[in-house]
């Protein structure tokens, strides 16, 4: 019964920078990889970014690589998703995921538990 929590969404210029976080909770947290995706309207849910518990590797998809960057803090229980440059193809519900699967997964179905989401806009 984990629960995890999306903060920190809002409207921003293109070019501007947001921080998402991600608080995970629960009689007993474990999990492998926490990761981000997001939905835009009328379209699936996207891979965004991921992150290893252990020993923090990440993995992008190639469309945010270089301006957006996950992290972790394993004290808090909180993973982060630091988004530079937004560009308004990056307006859409992000999502924060977690699993426990031994290697990392990019897709929705392999992840078993889920944030709420929080809405991100980016203006042109």
């Known amino acids: 019964q984990v629960q995890l929590v999306e903060s920190g969404g809002g409207s921003v210029q293109a070019g501007g920078s947001l921080r998402l976080s991600c608080a995970a909770s629960?009689?007993?947290?474990?999990?492998?990889?926490m990761a981000w995706f997001r939905q835009a309207p009328g379209k699936g849910r996207e891979f965004v970014a991921v992150?290893?518990?252990?020993?923090?590797?990440?993995y992008y998809v190639d469309s945010v690589k270089g301006r957006f960057t996950v992290s972790r803090d394993n004290a808090k229980n909180t993973v982060y998703l630091q988004m530079n440059s937004l560009k308004p193809e990056d307006t859409a519900v992000y999502y924060c995921?977690?699993?426990?699967?031994?290697?990392?997964?990019?897709?929705?179905?392999?992840?078993?538990?889920w944030g709420q989401g929080t809405q991100v806009t980016v203006s042109s």
């Open positions: 995921a977690a699993n426990r699967k031994i290697t990392l997964q990019t897709t929705p179905a392999a992840y078993d538990y």
């Open positions: 629960g009689r007993t947290f474990v999990s492998n990889y």
């Open positions: 992150i290893s518990w252990s020993v923090g590797s990440t």
